[in-house]
């Protein structure tokens, strides 16, 4: 093979592997020479509202409520079980001075669970009333 004069020759640049480090790294830094917000007292970028509102509301969780001291969001699973949207401690909890609790959980009275199971049967009750009506009104429109 002949050698190739150097007017033909292709030149290929290859970048340093410590340059692409450092600019790797670079974010980090920045970011740590940031201020920390006014708003949430985190470090994020500029602008990033959706970072801010995270971060106020891990580092400020929703208070207790104050009239049964609760955190309802921690009883929302339970309260799927008796077909209830959301933890209404109105409801569930109606003298907060008889308040009893094994340990997290919530132990219902008696008369709240009869309450429950009433609400349940009404449910049950206007499914079933839908139910009779849809099959009426497709008897109507087959006729």
Request: glycine share 4%; proline share 7%; net charge negative.
């Amino acid at each position: 093979m002949e050698p190739a004069d150097a007017s033909s020759m292709e030149v290929i640049i290859i970048p340093d592997s410590e340059e692409d480090e450092e600019e790797e790294h670079a974010p980090e830094l920045d970011a740590a020479l940031e201020p920390a917000c006014k708003r949430c007292g985190s470090v994020h970028a500029a602008g990033n509202w959706r970072a801010c509102r995270e971060a106020y509301e891990l580092a400020h969780p929703k208070p207790p409520c104050s009239r049964c001291g609760l955190f309802h969001e921690l009883y929302e699973p339970m309260v799927c079980i008796y077909g209830l949207d959301h933890f209404d401690c109105e409801l569930l909890i109606p003298n907060v001075n008889e308040l009893c609790m094994d340990g997290d959980i919530i132990i219902l009275p008696e008369h709240v669970l009869k309450v429950l199971d009433e609400m349940e049967k009404k449910k049950e009750d206007v499914k079933k009333d839908e139910k009779n009506e849809d099959a009426k009104e497709d008897g109507k429109t087959d006729v």
